[in-house]
């Protein structure tokens, strides 16, 4: 690669995955990928995927999912999204429980759906915490509950460092509805919840967070964290 010799390199890799080793499928997919070759890449990485690499599988669902490669096929990436999400993956959990939700590329399944998303949620992954919140506000796939609903806005908020401005202005307004159906006590307790999710999902946030969960909270999980 290194000499841009592409050719033996391709087949090195093929090589690589034919002998057992599906990291060689997956490279293959990642340069097939950045040569503009999509529909090649998406052959390699579902190989890899095969294969049981993770990587394979995030990299396939994504240039299955995204529009810009021009190869959108929801089932396909679905069957990836799922093989990351059954590894572990927050990434795999969150794109397979909103494709159960929504009924793209499988069969709509609110309650499974909302069992990857609350996965995903819990390891951080702020867009999962915010789709499962506003799962949990309409009652999908759970019972609804603001309560709730309103500290996994909270965890989204701090756990978010990619939020683009519109992002934050929406996740302040749905702070700003769900709460006012609820009594000052109950979103005090609700705020701390949310930032009980951070500290056990994201380890230690950083001294502002402890700063603030110390001085809002006490600096110990609330009564109304779930374990």
């Avoid at 690669?1 to 990291?23: H, I, K, N, S």
């Avoid at 996994?152 to 307004?173: C, F, K, Y």
């Avoid at 949310?194 to 502002?208: E, M």
């Avoid at 969960?213 to 374990?227: D, I, N, T």
Wanted: hydrophobic share 35%; net charge negative; proline share 3%.
């Amino acid at each position: 690669l290194q000499d841009g010799d592409l050719p033996t390199a391709a087949q090195m890799l093929e090589q690589l995955g034919d002998q057992g080793v599906p990291q060689g499928y997956t490279m293959l997919g990642q340069i097939k990928r950045d040569f503009g070759d999509h529909t090649d890449a998406a052959r390699w990485f579902e190989r890899g995927a095969e294969g049981g690499d993770l990587l394979a599988m995030l990299e396939g669902g994504e240039i299955l999912s995204d529009p810009k490669f021009g190869l959108e096929d929801a089932r396909r990436a679905f069957q990836l999204w799922r093989g990351a999400a059954e590894r572990g993956a927050p990434r795999g959990q969150y794109e397979a429980g909103r494709s159960l939700m929504t009924g793209k590329g499988v069969r709509k399944d609110d309650l499974a759906g909302a069992d990857w998303l609350e996965k995903s949620a819990r390891q951080c992954f702020a867009p999962a915490q915010l789709a499962y919140a506003l799962a949990l506000r309409e009652g999908r796939g759970r019972d609804a509950d603001g309560e709730e609903a309103f500290a996994w806005i909270i965890a989204a908020e701090r756990a978010g460092d990619a939020w683009q401005s519109e992002d934050l202005e929406r996740l302040s307004t749905l702070q700003k509805e769900i709460s006012a159906y609820m009594s000052s006590e109950q979103v005090e307790r609700s705020y701390c919840t949310g930032l009980d999710f951070v500290a056990n999902g994201c380890g230690n946030a950083g001294i502002l967070f402890q700063i603030e969960r110390w001085l809002v909270c006490g600096g110990g999980e609330q009564s109304g964290a779930r374990p």
